[in-house]
């Protein structure tokens, strides 16, 4: 189970890329956050983080 980017309500501010212990998230062409699943290990650390509650389970 991994953490997904909600994109309609992410604002591209970039502080989960931060937050990730395993850098998994990156921002992508379209300025918002994007979560590598592979890599993700559900630390819940990004949605604790992001300011309008993006991150999202499974
Ligand atoms: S849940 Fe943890 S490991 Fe997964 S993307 Fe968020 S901060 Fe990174
Ligand atoms: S912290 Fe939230 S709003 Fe900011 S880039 Fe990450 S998912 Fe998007």
């Not at 990004?46 to 991150?55: G, H, L, M």
Request: aromatic share 2%; net charge negative; glycine share 10%.
């Amino acid at each position: 189970m991994a953490y997904k980017i909600d994109k309609d309500t992410c604002i591209g501010c970039g502080a989960c890329v931060e937050a990730c212990p395993m850098g998994c998230i990156k921002m992508a062409d379209d300025g918002k956050a994007e979560i590598d699943e592979t890599i993700c290990i559900s630390c819940g650390s990004c949605k604790a983080t992001c300011p309008v509650d993006a991150p999202v389970e499974g």
